[in-house]
């Protein structure tokens, strides 16, 4: 099995592995199977096979997965060269091609060592948010990906145009990076900024905290305006209930309710 030791695309793109074979036989013209496999050989997940009745040179498809999947070479002239579309970060691992003739259990060969695909990206930030911290104080964070994995630097209030790069929270975490803000002191607008060799990408969030009178002012006027509040109530509901009673005594000229 013959087979690059890394092919490099870009996401979005698409990616061609080569993948060449010997066998042992001088002409072979049964039923084959080609099969490429992902992450590790043998036993690694399938994502595509195809099928070679006994005589013919089309491989008939029998899993591609996602549908992203194609086999460019022939089989029948010892190549299983595999074409994938539509390449995304998570398609960045190693691929093992795999031959399967009729017959022999051990007339099956497959590569060893695979061959490495590398996807890069520019910097693209899939998160950014304000979050509750310590001491009624609030924290920013923001993840980005990207290959090469992207460097992330904050802007915002009292931080100047660009600050020094913050502390990487997850370059072990695939192709993300997550980076702390860790106290916002200055309501305004803060802006993460994720650059890598292949561009630049930002996203920004927004702090606007209440600003009201002091505790104790606060609390001081709210009982104050409860308390008059509550004063006037019951002066309207005395008034109301002298009214009301039997023995209110009227004044000259009127008819008196006392016996």
């Known amino acids: 099995m013959q087979v690059p030791a890394e092919v490099s695309a870009a996401a979005g793109d698409a990616a061609v592995l080569p993948c060449t074979f010997t066998h042992p036989h001088h002409h072979y013209d049964g039923p084959l199977t080609a099969i490429w496999r992902a992450g590790e050989p043998y036993a690694g997940p399938q994502v595509f096979r195809c099928a070679a009745a006994r005589g013919s040179e089309l491989c008939q498809t029998a ?15 010892n190549d299983l060269s595999l074409r994938v579309e539509r390449l995304a970060l998570t398609d960045d691992r190693r691929y093992f091609c795999r031959v399967e003739f009729a017959g022999d259990v051990h007339d099956r060969y497959e590569s060893r060592h695979g061959v490495r695909l590398h996807v890069t990206a520019a910097p693209r930030i899939v998160n950014i948010s304000v979050l509750p911290g ?27 145009d660009v600050s020094a790069a913050a502390p990487s929270l997850g370059q072990g975490h695939g192709h993300l990076v997550t980076a702390e803000l860790p106290a916002l002191t200055h309501d305004g607008r803060y802006t993460c900024i994720a650059t890598n060799s292949l561009g630049r990408s930002e996203a920004s969030v927004y702090l606007f905290r209440f600003h009201g009178a ?17 004063l006037l109530l019951l002066g309207v509901l005395a008034a109301r209930a002298a009214r009301r009673r039997p023995g209110w005594a009227k004044g000259p000229g009127q008819d008196s309710p006392l016996r």
């Open 63 to 77: 899993l591609s997965l996602h549908g992203r999947f194609r086999l460019l070479g022939n089989p029948r002239r």
């Open 134 to 160: 310590q001491t009624h104080a609030f924290r920013a964070l923001c993840t980005a990906e990207g290959e090469p994995p992207p460097a992330l630097a904050w802007s915002g209030p009292a931080l100047g």
């Open 214 to 230: 002091s505790g104790v002012c606060t609390v001081t006027l709210l009982l104050g305006a409860l308390g008059l509040k509550a």
